[in-house]
């Protein structure tokens, strides 16, 4: 299929992120308050919509679809889309539907996934330190997201592990997180933790950990050998030369990757935010509503009209040791 939404830099975009809800059965101190008031139901896009606004982007082009929250396994019913997704893989035009997660519903819908149509996954996971998972992400339960990734692989999904990287938190795990990874046969990819949402007493710049840093500590033990792989997201991968493992670099803060972004997120509102780190947003919702089941002739205008105003790029910096570049919405609402 040719690409047909190409934006402002000559970049087409094919890469959709959505986020299904903005609900989360976790807190994690990154992402969001720990006393979150949520969208009310009316705001929300319906699942028929979702599926709606997501043919209508594969229509023009887009061939990678990532659902996200929130925890998007926690909105009700979620697998009626999933299952309804499958027809747009099953016809070509959708190449991959995957996944992020944080693995409190895996055991219960891996194998649900698998059969729908996923196959990679990407999990988020910052220690493998039970207590301080209890702390990193105040709700969650490091045992329940274990047996998620057991039944995660049971059914034949590949994941990858998101790690975050938090100074003071995390670095003492750097190895044992390798480590671990390799013996499960999962992928791990370090993510630098982004000016996002209100701070509250979070220091952002307290917790960023550059990772050129986490890499020159990577060197000290393994021969990293830069990959010219690319999967349409934003990491950079090294191979560990003594293991054989690739690892993946997410850095928005020290190397800016927006020269290469071919994707867009739309929130579960129906905004499509047209970068991660600007304000700049397109409402889809009013379009989708106002447009008959057989004429989505308002919403694709809107939705060329929205590309045609992607920027250049982010302008996260914390280079002046403040969190310059920040953006008030939370994680959790444009979808992880």
């Given at each position: 299929?040719?690409?047909?939404?190409?934006?402002?830099?000559?970049?087409?975009?094919?890469?959709?992120?959505?986020?299904?809800?903005?609900?989360?059965?976790?807190?994690?101190?990154?992402?969001?308050?720990?006393?979150?008031?949520?969208?009310?139901?009316?705001?929300?896009?319906?699942?028929?919509?979702?599926?709606?606004?997501?043919?209508?982007?594969?229509?023009?082009?887009?061939?990678?679809?990532r659902?996200?929250?929130?925890?998007?396994?926690?909105?009700?019913?979620?697998?009626?889309?999933f299952?309804?997704?499958?027809?747009?893989?099953?016809?070509?035009?959708?190449?991959?539907?995957?996944?992020?997660?944080?693995?409190?519903?895996?055991?219960?819908?891996?194998?649900?996934?698998?059969?729908?149509?996923?196959?990679?996954?990407?999990?988020?996971?910052?220690?493998?330190?039970?207590?301080?998972?209890?702390?990193?992400?105040?709700?969650?339960?490091?045992?329940?997201?274990?047996?998620?990734?057991?039944?995660?692989?049971?059914?034949?999904?590949?994941?990858k592990?998101?790690t975050?990287?938090?100074?003071g938190?995390?670095?003492?795990?750097?190895?044992?997180?390798?480590?671990?990874?390799?013996?499960?046969?999962?992928?791990?990819?370090?993510?630098?933790?982004?000016?996002?949402?209100?701070?509250?007493?979070?220091?952002?710049?307290?917790?960023?950990?550059?990772?050129?840093?986490?890499?020159?500590?990577?060197?000290?033990?393994?021969?990293?050998?830069?990959?010219?792989?690319?999967?349409?997201?934003?990491?950079?991968?090294?191979?560990?030369?003594?293991?054989?493992?690739?690892?993946?670099?997410?850095?928005p803060?020290?190397?800016?990757?927006?020269?290469?972004?071919?994707?867009?997120?739309?929130?579960?509102?129906?905004?499509?935010?047209?970068?991660?780190?600007?304000?700049?947003?397109?409402?889809?919702?009013?379009?989708?509503?106002?447009?008959?089941?057989?004429?989505?002739?308002?919403?694709?205008?809107?939705?060329?009209?929205?590309?045609?105003?992607?920027?250049?790029?982010?302008d996260?910096?914390?280079?002046?040791?403040?969190?310059?570049?920040?953006?008030?919405?939370?994680?959790?609402?444009?979808?992880?």
């Amino acid at each position: 299929m040719t690409p047909q939404l190409i934006d402002p830099f000559a970049r087409a975009v094919t890469y959709l992120r959505v986020s299904v809800t903005d609900r989360c059965d976790f807190r994690c101190v990154y992402c969001m308050a720990e006393n979150m008031t949520f969208l009310p139901k009316k705001e929300l896009l319906t699942l028929e919509e979702l599926d709606r606004m997501c043919s209508t982007f594969i229509g023009l082009g887009v061939e990678k679809l990532r659902i996200t929250g929130g925890e998007p396994l926690v909105r009700r019913d979620i697998m009626t889309f999933f299952q309804s997704m499958t027809r747009h893989l099953d016809s070509g035009a959708l190449k991959e539907l995957t996944v992020t997660t944080n693995g409190s519903q895996l055991e219960k819908f891996a194998q649900p996934l698998y059969d729908a149509g996923v196959r990679r996954i990407n999990v988020s996971l910052d220690t493998l330190d039970e207590d301080k998972f209890a702390r990193v992400t105040r709700w969650g339960r490091l045992p329940q997201v274990l047996r998620g990734l057991d039944a995660a692989q049971k059914a034949g999904l590949r994941v990858k592990i998101n790690t975050v990287a938090l100074k003071g938190f995390n670095e003492d795990e750097l190895f044992t997180l390798i480590e671990w990874c390799a013996e499960r046969d999962m992928d791990l990819t370090f993510i630098e933790v982004m000016p996002m949402g209100d701070l509250g007493p979070e220091d952002r710049v307290g917790q960023y950990w550059s990772l050129d840093d986490l890499r020159a500590q990577l060197s000290q033990q393994y021969t990293l050998l830069d990959l010219a792989e690319r999967t349409g997201g934003p990491a950079r991968y090294v191979k560990l030369v003594e293991s054989g493992q690739k690892i993946g670099f997410i850095t928005p803060l020290t190397h800016n990757f927006c020269e290469s972004c071919n994707r867009v997120r739309m929130t579960c509102t129906g905004e499509l935010y047209m970068c991660l780190g600007q304000e700049d947003m397109m409402d889809l919702r009013g379009p989708l509503r106002a447009c008959p089941p057989e004429d989505d002739s308002q919403l694709v205008a809107a939705i060329h009209k929205a590309i045609g105003l992607k920027p250049k790029g982010h302008d996260f910096d914390y280079s002046r040791q403040r969190a310059d570049g920040q953006v008030s919405r939370h994680m959790s609402h444009t979808g992880g």
